[in-house]
């Protein structure tokens, strides 16, 4: 079971993919489309070329526990995905995972430039490894 990690961004989104048995995400890419049509094309492009069979799309909550504007945005952009792709689309909770990745490069000493290239590919590992580790205690891989 290879599953898709997408972390949404109006200027970046973030790419990662697990490995078959569903254990272990890997960045992918940080693709810089702004036009969803055209980001959503790209994303199915990578789910056809990597084999998925199932994407996890952060959702952007409020430290509350609430959705904003950005979490209706990301759940439109997620339908789109989903209509293109023909996979079934599951939304991760995504509070903290951005300052979780700085931390993280911080901890490697990756900064500048570097980071802005990789940070949300590192966010996308984030969500899609928390889905794989509640999917295998759940008993779901």
Known sequence: MIVLGVDYGDARTGVAVSD?????????????ERRAEVLADKIAALAAEKGASTLVLGLPK????????????????????????????????????TVQAHRLLNDVNVRGKKRKN?????????????????????GKT
């Open 20 to 32: 078959a048995s569903g254990t272990l995400a890997t960045g992918v890419c940080v693709l810089t």
């Open 62 to 97: 409020n430290m509350d526990g609430s959705c904003g504007f950005r979490a209706e945005a990301c759940r439109a952009f997620g339908a789109l995905l989903a209509e293109k792709t023909g996979l079934p689309l599951v939304y991760r909770d995504e509070r903290l995972t």
């Open 118 to 138: 990789v940070v949300d590919a590192v966010a996308a590992e984030l969500i899609l490894q928390d889905y794989l580790d509640s999917a295998e205690k759940e």
